[in-house]
């Protein structure tokens, strides 16, 4: 592995970050390197149906005036630098393996394989076309930026995040089932925060009729932000015609079931990668116990409540040995409450 692709992989990391968390597509990052290892063009894919991360560059490569007499860009004696294997399949943009070859490119690197059976193929396209590949430089790094995504695709479900806001004591919600709020304007707010990160937001019927949310993702002042997550309701029963999800500028997903498998299967093949749970201990406990949270976010507030409205009723363990061991991966102090980041221990 040479210093040279190495330092030109990190810029291509650096890239990629730009793209978004949300959408179907992963966030990819390219640059084209001379023989001296100086970039002469960067690119990186700003989201589903937008050009590719290496088309991208390629188009910054023509704008330079380096073009064929065809018009298309003139890539040769450049080394293409790519975080992900250059893609092998038409979507809504054609393969960037082809544009490649087209464009005359000397040598690819790559950081990691294409996991997605339906998208890989790139390189051993490359390859057949006699264009020397190499792959695997900074393979761990790209996995580490890349990890929510890499999971989904192995698992064929989205990535899901369980919220919920709790008394110190893990109520979420009083006798009379009001819970609108536990936690204070700061922990709010970061809560719309993380909405605006995800693809949906799942809840239940329960939720739904108790306090008729409208889990839009809302800035200060109130306004609406860019990306608004859908809201999926989950549950047999159906909500009313004037509840204020209905009115949710992404439209509304009512599922009409309690099959969390089905349903979570179904968001991933309309490229929802990112869930987050926001549901009282019904639909809570069913995620967890079912095997699907992948990451906690759990506010807390300096109350106490007492009674019996856990954020998760039953899981059916028995004895502390059994119980379910989790990771602390964040802490952050919002006003007077607190947020937990947590993951479960793959041990
Ligand atoms: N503090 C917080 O963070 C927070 C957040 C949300 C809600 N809450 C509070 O939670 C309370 C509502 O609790 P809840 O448990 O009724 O709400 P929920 O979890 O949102 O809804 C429960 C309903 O979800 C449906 N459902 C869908 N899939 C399911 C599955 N796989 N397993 C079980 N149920 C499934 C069922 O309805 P069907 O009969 O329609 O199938 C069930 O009755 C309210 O007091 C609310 O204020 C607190």
């Not at 040279?4 to 992989?9: G, L, N, P, Q």
């Not at 294409?114 to 057949?128: K, W």
């Not at 190499?134 to 989205?158: F, H, M």
């Not at 991966?329 to 041990?347: F, N, S, W």
């Amino acid at each position: 592995m040479s210093e040279t692709d190495e330092r030109a992989m990190r810029r291509a990391l650096e890239l990629a970050a730009r793209g978004p968390l949300t959408g179907g597509n992963p966030q990819v990052g390219a640059v084209l390197i001379d023989d001296t290892g100086a970039i002469v063009a960067e690119g990186w894919h700003r989201g589903a149906g937008t050009p590719h991360a290496e088309v991208d560059a390629l188009l910054r490569l023509a704008e330079l005036g380096r073009q064929r007499t065809d018009g298309g860009p003139d890539a040769s004696g450049l080394t293409a630098v790519v975080t992900l294997e250059p893609c092998d399949h038409t979507g809504r943009t054609g393969p960037c393996s082809v544009a490649l070859i087209e464009a005359g490119v000397e040598r690819v690197v790559y950081a990691l394989a294409d996991p997605d059976p339906h998208a890989a193929g790139g390189g051993a396209r490359l390859r057949g076309a006699g264009i020397p590949v190499t792959e695997g430089v900074l393979a761990a790094d790209a996995a580490e930026l890349l990890r929510v995504w890499l999971t989904t695709i192995r698992r064929g479900r989205p990535w899901v995040t369980v919220k919920w806001a709790a008394t110190l004591d893990g109520r979420v919600a009083a006798a009379d089932g009001t819970s609108q709020w536990i936690t204070g304007t700061a922990a709010r707010q970061r809560v719309h925060e993380q909405r605006a990160e995800n693809d949906a937001i799942l809840t239940g019927t329960g939720t739904v009729l108790a306090d008729d949310p409208s889990l839009t993702a809302r800035g200060d002042a109130g306004e609406l932000l860019p990306h608004q997550p859908v809201p999926v309701v989950m549950g047999e029963r159906t909500i009313p015609p004037d509840a204020a999800l209905r009115r949710h500028p992404a439209g509304i997903i009512e599922t009409g079931t309690r099959d969390l498998d089905a349903v979570l299967r179904d968001l991933s093949t309309r490229g929802i990668r990112r869930v987050l749970v926001e549901a009282g201990p019904g639909l809570v406990t069913a995620v967890v116990a079912g095997g699907f949270a992948d990451e906690f976010a759990v506010y807390l507030a300096p109350t106490l409540l007492g009674g019996d409205r856990l954020a998760i009723g039953d899981l059916g363990i028995p004895t502390l040995a059994d119980a379910r061991q989790l990771r602390i991966t964040g802490i952050e102090q919002l006003g007077e409450d607190v947020l937990i980041m947590a993951e479960p221990r793959e041990d």
